[in-house]
């Protein structure tokens, strides 16, 4: 191991899921999802030093990390499942719905049922816009991030509960540590709006994208985003979000933007 270790910074690898047999429940990988896990996997094996742990979000992800998770190990790499795991703040957006807050594709077939109702109710009817974009072939997440929610988590706080994440895994690994997580394009997106500006469309499954962290402290406020070639500092709010949302709640003011540098 390099004697330069705890002067480097840990490393968050954020990776979408592998192309999954689809979206409407926890319903796992197909065999293309899980050759491309792998292949992530197997990159990270090649470019990685140091310890590594591997999380997930609580839905969907943990065929997803469990490959690459193998990968890294038959690859050589010093790789354990994070001791925070799985962690929610890696999660899709929740739907607030009566008797249960869920993540969107696992309140599928709730919704199903819910939706003969007459009326609807408000999180059935914004429910049904976003997977009405969905079937069009449109963009349901592009939808969510341009919209104004009365029973979806919108994007400010799912970025919120991201930085909190992002630390607390960092702070379980350490400098020179790298911290492999597995979530959704939601988060991703969510998180890439939320720094550069701009949203950047739906990410290649199985995909990374980077945050360098400085500080391993809850509250560090320090970080980078690595995104298409470009650093982006980020001043991460230092009380961000460890509560489960509700949509009774008011919702948190996204974190404020740097001008970017050119990435080494």
């Known amino acids: 191991m390099r004697s330069d270790v705890g002067t480097r910074p840990t490393i968050v690898h954020l990776v979408r899921h592998g192309a999954p047999i689809g979206h409407r429940g926890d ?19 090649d470019q990685l030093d140091g310890p590594i742990i591997v999380t997930h979000s609580p839905r969907m992800l943990r065929e997803t990390a469990a490959e690459i998770l193998e990968a890294l190990v038959a690859g050589g790499s010093a790789a354990a499942w994070s001791p925070r795991r799985p962690d929610p703040g890696f999660d899709n957006f929740v739907v607030d719905a009566p008797g249960r807050r869920d993540e969107v594709t696992a309140l599928y077939p709730m919704f199903r049922s819910a939706s003969s109702a007459t009326p609807p109710a408000a999180w059935v009817t914004e429910l049904r816009r976003f997977w009405h974009v969905h079937d069009l072939g449109g963009d349901p997440i592009g939808h969510w991030l341009g919209g104004r929610w009365v029973s979806l988590e919108g994007p400010d706080h799912v970025l919120s509960r991201l930085w909190f994440s992002l630390a607390a895994q960092a702070g379980l690994v350490g400098p020179g540590g790298h911290v492999v997580a597995c979530t959704h394009s939601g988060a991703l997106r969510a998180l890439v709006l939320g720094v550069t500006g701009r949203d950047p469309g739906e990410p290649d499954h199985a995909r990374s994208i980077d945050v360098r962290i400085d500080s391993t402290s809850p509250d560090v406020e320090e970080m980078t985003l690595v995104f298409d070639g470009v650093s982006w500092p980020v001043a991460a709010p230092r009380q961000a979000s460890t509560r489960q949302w509700s949509s009774q709640e008011p919702r948190p003011a996204t974190s404020s933007r740097r001008a970017p540098s050119a990435s080494a």
């Open 27 to 45: 319903l796992g990988l197909t065999d293309l999802g899980r050759d491309q896990a792998r292949a992530c996997g197997r990159e990270l094996a």
